[in-house]
């Protein structure tokens, strides 16, 4: 028997038949079966911007600013190609997520490591390697941080725009999890709501509503990155075609999203205590669709992990420049039921 503890999935938030529910009761026009503004209708986009005040950290966000992506890792590759140019250096946390980092080799940009602590990037190692570098764009994960489930605090927050803003710099924030943190806190202020015009914004509904519905949005900090970003999306794709949009904005607009939201949160809480009560007080949690294990012997474990039937998520591509790992990202929404779930973790637990 084999168990998936690899793979960021949610639970099934958006069960088929409430899919089903809402196609059939969709209000079907040509637009649907039109070319789409590239830059996502106003109406979704207004959705989106209410979204993110209620659940990113948001205290304003002006629609117009918005883009629709497919997927927060979309985002992130348009925000990349703005920002970066092919030879340019770019900061990102030592261990970083390893989809956005394969995406900036891919376009021919450097990544370069600035050391982290519990709560994520360090401001003095971010000062330490713009001056050493050179470089002037940073990739930020302040919330959930993927792998290392890290979130910054205010003070850390405020700390890395006071950098930001000294060196000029351009903050890629990636931003998918805060949603789901366990805290019952309001969110944390996005680093792009602290210094709106030093931060390109990407997040996604993808990890709340799962992959088939994975809607996503980048937010520009100001009129001439949106128009360029506007036309690379042109060229490219010519915009999301209409029907995704619609429905993912339309629950989203509605309270449904926000329902399956509280759903979804509750039970990744469940799988966050389970998960720590079974692996130990080391296991990193914060209520996303992950847990952090540090381990120097990570590709160790890993490969006893797969032997013993368990796959996890192979810990080298976390390393901004490449090496060992430093630990294990255990992801806990794959697993459908709690009972295989709790197999899987225990097997896990017995390779350690």
């Known amino acids: 028997m084999s168990y998936d503890l690899a793979v960021n999935l949610p639970l099934r938030a958006a069960p088929t038949a409430r899919l089903r529910e809402a196609l059939a009761s969709f209000p079907l026009d040509d637009g649907l079966l039109g070319y789409p503004a590239p830059e996502g209708g106003m109406a979704v986009r207004e959705a989106i911007a209410g979204w993110m005040r209620r659940h990113n950290g ?176 042109t060229l490219a794709t010519d915009g999301l075609p209409p029907l995704l949009p619609a429905i993912v904005g339309g629950w989203m607009a509605d309270g449904t999203a926000d329902g399956l939201l509280d759903t979804l949160a509750v039970s990744m809480r469940d799988r966050n205590v389970l998960a720590r009560q079974i692996l130990g007080e080391a296991l990193r949690t914060g209520g996303g669709m992950h847990a952090w294990l540090p381990r120097d012997d990570a590709d160790a474990v890993y490969e006893r992990a797969r032997n013993a039937g368990v796959l996890v998520t192979p810990p080298v591509p976390f390393n901004a420049e490449g090496g060992p790992g430093r630990g294990l990202r255990v992801c806990l929404g794959a697993e459908e039921g709690p009972v295989r779930l709790e197999q899987a973790l225990a097997t896990l637990a017995s390779v350690l």
Not at 86 to 107: I, Y
Not at 120 to 127: F, K, Q, S, T, V
């Open 58 to 233: 948001f205290m304003a966000v002006d629609p117009r600013r918005l883009l629709l992506t497919v997927g927060a890792r979309h985002g992130l590759v348009l925000a990349l190609e703005d920002a970066c140019a092919p030879g340019d250096t770019l900061l990102m946390e030592e261990t970083t997520f390893h989809g956005f980092r394969l995406g900036v080799l891919a376009h021919g940009v450097r990544p370069a490591a600035v050391a982290v602590d519990d709560e994520g990037m360090r401001p003095d190692a971010l000062d330490e390697a713009v001056r050493r570098t050179g470089a002037r764009v940073v990739y930020v994960q302040p919330t959930l941080h993927n792998p290392t489930t890290a979130t910054m605090s205010l003070g850390r927050r405020e700390a890395i725009v006071v950098v930001a803003r000294q060196h000029g710099l351009t903050l890629i924030e990636g931003d998918v999890y805060s949603a789901l943190r366990w805290q019952d806190d309001d969110p944390l202020p996005a680093l792009a709501d602290l210094a709106p015009g030093h931060v390109l914004h990407a997040g996604g509904m993808g990890k709340v509503l799962g992959p088939g519905l994975r809607m996503g949005w980048l937010l520009a900090p100001d009129d001439a990155s949106h128009q360029r970003i506007t036309e690379s999306l």
